[in-house]
């Protein structure tokens, strides 16, 4: 791992996640933690730099769907506890699981737009599930 990738794990860490946490707080009354498999993007700058927007962007979208009303916000509340993010090397082993409170996801975030979950396809995992 080279400089530039502990740089933006640093940002992602203490900027970037704790603000994706607030704003799920925002949107649905509960900050909901983000663990990332460092060690997955330790040598991937492009899936470094693509993490916010695949997943977390996503997600957000995905749960103000799902939000929009006291029943939603209380559903998340109650069933979402944690969101796990894992950086893969190509779209046969991206795999997006929801149990036991936990929404797993795993991308190849240096695919881009390609190597992601779209957020319809995360609010209809979550629908099924809450």
């Not at 860490?13 to 799920?24: C, G, N």
């Not at 933690?33 to 040598?43: H, Q």
């Not at 103000?64 to 082993?93: F, M, P, S, T, Y």
Request: hydrophobic residues 40%.
């Amino acid at each position: 791992m080279g400089l530039n990738e502990r740089r933006k794990i640093k940002e992602l860490q203490e900027i970037t996640f704790p603000m994706r946490v607030k704003e799920i707080q925002e949107i649905c009354g509960a900050p909901i933690p983000y663990e990332v498999d460092w060690d997955s993007l330790s040598d991937d700058m492009e899936g470094l730099n693509f993490i916010d927007n695949l997943s977390c962007h996503r997600l957000n979208m995905a749960l103000r769907g799902i939000c929009q009303d006291n029943l939603g916000k209380e559903a998340v509340r109650e069933g979402l506890k944690k969101i796990k993010l894992k950086n893969v090397r190509d779209k046969g082993a991206m795999k997006m699981t929801f149990e036991g409170g936990v929404l797993e996801m795993h991308c190849a975030y240096a695919l881009r737009t390609e190597g992601m979950f779209r957020d319809d396809a995360i609010r209809k995992l979550l629908l099924e599930k809450l």
